[in-house]
């Protein structure tokens, strides 16, 4: 009975080494922005959910500053017991606003808004039905909601509506769930026919616009608004981590939804509040994304001369999206390894995306309104040499 419990993980850690899906995170030494220091090397950044800039935006530092003297540097406690400021409040009313809905919550991150929006909306005698392709937060809110979860292919609405022919009858409440831009391919979910699906069938949506929100729609509001669909009854959830350049997640939708998330989402109610400085920084990027359209303008810009470039004039293998993410495919995971890192040697910061997270594996590469047309002609140059 001598045997070590633990022996497992360094075994477990060997395996994953030679699939070549080891992985560990690299410093970036500088402040973000379209150029970042690596490892002592300026690179150009594709790497950053920071799709407007905001991360490194003055306003932003200087909203952190302020209310970190003024509230300090935590909340002390969760939101119901000592953990509330009047600036969570703000800028749950500025969320709600941004996205024409009746009220907001906000979350620790973007993770916990979906799990504890899932997990409390639908329970063991409900049906969920899943994009294959949606986020591990999604569906691991499925899986602690304890509903039945069946998945249907990627944003196959055939799919989905056989299954909901199949199933929908045999559950009290059924929820779908689906990212509105897919985070690996940067695909957008066919929202306005998957809600007349939902409504045909008497089922709820959540939408999750982690990447959309800032970036699509006239006032930045997201994929919903793209789409026309702003005010139809959903379930809206996000970051404030991506283009809004803080810390932390929402929900957003109908005020008794909120109510009802504050009364029963584990996730809000067992956690510290949002700190005062990500709270702050969020609020003031809400306000930029609504007063500063040019950034969006300025990142579809980008997204075109990207795509003429490298998919209509060079026809390299990258994914043909209408978002800032875009993939460039590879044959397995040791090559997406080479490419990242030769990227490197040519000034680019892009990582390789390996299984598990993707089943193909590939370049990713995020673009953001503070590129430049030279940043994107270097990225073009180092993709057609891979
Ligand atoms: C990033 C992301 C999240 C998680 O948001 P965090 O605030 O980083 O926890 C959730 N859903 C999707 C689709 C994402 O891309």
């Known amino acids: 009975m001598n045997a070590d419990p633990y022996a497992w993980i360094e075994k477990s850690l060997d395996t994953i080494r030679r699939a070549d899906w080891y992985r560990s995170p690299q410093s970036i030494e500088s402040c973000p922005g379209p150029r970042v220091k690596l490892a002592g090397d300026w690179l150009i950044n594709f790497a ?3 799709y407007l800039g905001l991360a490194g935006d003055d306003r932003l530092i200087q909203a952190a500053i302020s209310a970190t003297k003024e509230f300090g540097t935590g909340a002390t406690g969760s ?3 000592s953990g509330h400021r009047d600036l969570h409040r703000q800028l749950e009313l500025a ?3 941004l996205k024409q ?7 620790s991150s973007g993770y916990l808004a979906n799990l504890g929006a899932i997990a409390s909306i639908v329970s063991k005698r409900d049906l969920i039905l ?11 809110g499925a899986v602690l909601s304890g509903a039945q979860t069946v998945e249907y292919d990627h944003c196959n609405l055939e799919d989905l509506r056989s299954l909901l022919t199949e199933h929908r009858a045999s559950y009290r409440k059924c929820l779908i769930v689906t990212d509105s831009v897919f985070s690996m391919d940067g695909d957008l979910c066919p929202l306005p026919q998957l809600l007349a699906l939902a409504r045909q069938f008497n089922c709820m949506v959540l939408v999750d616009e982690a990447h959309a929100t800032g970036v699509f729609g006239a006032s930045g509001a997201g994929c919903v608004e793209h789409f026309g669909c702003t005010g139809e009854t959903l379930i809206q959830v996000g970051t404030l981590s991506k283009a809004l350049g803080s810390l932390g997640g929402y929900v957003a939708g ?5 109510d009802f998330l504050r009364n029963r989402a584990p996730s809000w109610i067992y956690t510290t509040g949002l700190t005062p400085a990500d709270t702050a920084a969020a609020l003031e990027a809400v306000k930029i994304v609504q007063q500063e359209p040019d950034r969006r303008d300025r990142l579809q810009q980008n997204i075109k001369n990207f795509k003429d470039n490298a998919i209509s004039n060079y026809q390299l293998p ?5 978002s800032p993410i875009f993939s460039f495919l590879l044959k397995d995971a040791a090559t997406a390894l080479a490419a990242s890192s030769k990227l490197k040697e040519m000034g680019i910061f892009a990582p390789a995306i390996r299984p598990p997270t993707v089943s193909v594996s590939r370049i990713r590469i995020s673009l953001m309104a503070t590129h430049d047309p030279a940043h994107l002609q270097q990225l073009v140059e180092a993709l057609r040499q891979i």
């Not at 809905?101 to 979350?107: I, Q, R």
């Not at 899943?130 to 691991?140: C, G, V, W």
């Not at 109908?254 to 909120?258: E, K, Q, R, T």
Request: aromatic share 6%.
């Open 254 to 258: 109908a005020s008794a939804l909120i």
């Open 48 to 50: 950053s959910n920071d």
């Open 95 to 97: 969320i709600a606003n």
């Open 101 to 107: 809905t009746e009220d907001a919550l906000v979350f």
């Open 130 to 140: 899943s994009d294959k392709y949606n986020h591990s937060s999604l569906k691991n």
């Open 318 to 322: 990258v994914s043909n999206s209408d």
């Open 79 to 81: 939101r119901l017991l």
